[in-house]
């Protein structure tokens, strides 16, 4: 017998808490869980479960030592993960959150080592998605990482998610085709200001930002 695919469950504003009541409960069995974002659906584990963040690794095929990211749905929840907030994080933080901009900060102590990769940081993202802010508000933070498995294409629609991974997720939150495009910006703002991936916001409008503290990318930034 095949194995049972993922329900699939409707997103809509009137039935927000009873989803995302859903959702948490899922979470805390340990739970990965497709979620709308603005780009694609991404896979949502509980960032603080270990054996969830396990099995996310193994949903994705995830080769070892690339980080996972994690979307907040408000900015207080960030103090939960990182060490400091340095000050080009605050400059870019005021101008493009909530938006498609991932932040590397350097990472709280006990993190996993499957966010941070051993690497010391955490990326972060504030979505500015109204179905997956309405869900994380009530959720709390969750992981981001894109709903396929690694080397394969990023999924627009809940169907498309179901028909890749169904089998092994616990539950798929259907907004409608997500808009696509670009993935976010990620910036690293550990020490030297670097984009890690180009995306959504461009360089420019970064760089004009980080002038106003006359703090600059570094040259080297790809």
């Known amino acids: 017998m095949a194995p049972a695919k993922a329900?699939?469950?409707?997103?809509?504003v009137s039935t927000a808490p009873a989803l995302a009541d859903r959702v948490i409960r899922g979470l805390g069995e340990h739970g990965v869980i497709a979620l709308p974002t603005e780009s694609f659906y991404g896979l949502a584990v509980d960032p603080f479960d270990r054996q969830a963040l396990a099995r996310l690794r193994?949903?994705?095929h995830r080769s070892e030592g690339k980080p996972i990211l994690v979307l907040i749905g408000h900015g207080s929840h960030l103090q939960s993960f990182v060490q400091n907030v340095p000050p080009a994080a605050t400059a870019l933080i005021h101008a493009f959150w909530p938006g498609p901009l991932?932040?590397?900060f350097p990472a709280a102590g006990g993190l996993s080592d499957v966010l941070t990769a051993g690497t010391g940081s955490v990326g972060i993202r504030l979505s500015a998605w109204q179905p997956l802010v309405d869900?994380?508000?009530r959720v709390g933070p969750v992981t981001g990482t894109s709903?396929?498995?690694e080397g394969m294409p990023p999924a627009r629609t809940a169907e498309e998610v179901q028909?890749?991974?169904?089998?092994?997720?616990?539950l798929i939150v259907d907004a409608g085709p997500t808009p696509g495009g670009q993935p976010s910006t990620v910036i690293d703002v550990r020490g030297p200001i670097?984009?890690?991936r180009d995306g959504a916001i461009e360089r420019s409008a970064i760089a004009a930002q980080l002038a106003v503290?006359?703090?600059s990318l570094d040259e080297d930034s790809r």
């Not at 329900?7 to 809509?12: A, C, H």
Request: aromatic fraction near 4%; charge should be neutral.
């Open 147 to 149: 709903a396929n498995r």
């Open 194 to 196: 670097r984009i890690m």
């Open 163 to 170: 028909h890749n991974l169904g089998d092994v997720l616990d």
């Open 135 to 137: 869900l994380l508000r």
């Open 213 to 215: 503290l006359d703090l």
């Open 102 to 104: 991932t932040i590397v």
């Open 7 to 12: 329900m699939i469950e409707r997103y809509m």
């Open 58 to 60: 193994e949903v994705k």
